[in-house]
């Protein structure tokens, strides 16, 4: 294993009773269950006896919540990084689980016209642009130790896709990207590769409410 890894760390379960596509709305922040699992990310990076140098974290607030533990833990500040925010997406605010859910409306289907790139919201190819940009700039910027940035579902998975050569466009039921998850890269001379992917909170994933990714 080499002595300098970046781990993309997803925030933990976000309270939304109303179940909506919360996006980048303000306000939204980690439910009681969502505070124990970004402590269980914070828990299994501090227990992998690896040098954590900088800690980024996107500037939504769950993301911030979620980065609280980790810095306590690792005794890191706290950088936000802009780049590793939620896409933007037409249907923030809106139901997004069960039969009232806006994208089965048939008046909203016209945002639907071309999901390869995708039309309802940012670009896939511009999120991952932005995301291995800022995690480049972390690599270059970072001596003697891990990086750990905490992001959200969508923007990990694209860095996924793209470090893999793999099509950006795909099904979101299909991410591998669970709440609190650690996605680890290495980049070796100008390429990146996927090393480790870990869920330090699966005990907590049971009846937890994930709907609100973009």
Same mark, same amino acid.
Request: hydrophobic share 35%.
């Given at each position: 294993m080499s002595d300098k890894l970046l781990h993309l760390v997803r925030h933990g379960e976000v309270h939304n009773p109303d179940l909506v596509l919360y996006g980048r709305i303000p306000g939204?922040?980690?439910s009681e269950r969502g505070h124990q699992m970004a402590e269980a990310a914070a828990l299994e990076l501090?227990?992998?006896d690896r040098l954590v140098a900088k800690l980024f974290a996107s500037p939504l607030e769950r993301a911030q919540q979620s980065a609280r533990p980790i810095a306590s833990? &690792?005794?890191?500040?706290?950088?936000t990084e802009d780049r590793i925010i939620e896409p933007t997406n037409f249907f923030e605010g809106m139901v997004n689980?069960?039969?009232d859910a806006a994208f089965k409306k048939p008046r909203y289907w016209h945002k639907f016209w071309n999901p390869f790139r995708p039309s309802w919201g940012?670009?896939?190819?511009?999120?991952a642009a932005r995301v291995r940009q800022a995690m480049d700039d972390a690599w270059e910027s970072t001596r003697g130790g891990d990086i750990v940035m905490v992001s959200h579902q969508s923007p990990i998975w694209m860095a996924h896709l793209d470090v893999a050569g793999k099509p950006l466009f795909h099904n979101p039921a299909t991410?591998?990207?669970? &709440?609190s998850s650690i996605t680890s890269f290495e980049k070796r001379g100008e390429r990146w590769f996927e090393v480790d992917y870990r869920t330090p909170a699966a005990g907590l994933l049971g009846d937890a409410v994930d709907v609100g990714a973009v």
């Open positions: 939204f922040r980690l501090a227990g992998s833990a &690792l005794g890191l500040e706290i950088n689980s069960g039969p940012e670009p896939y190819r511009e999120v991410r591998r990207c669970e &709440l």
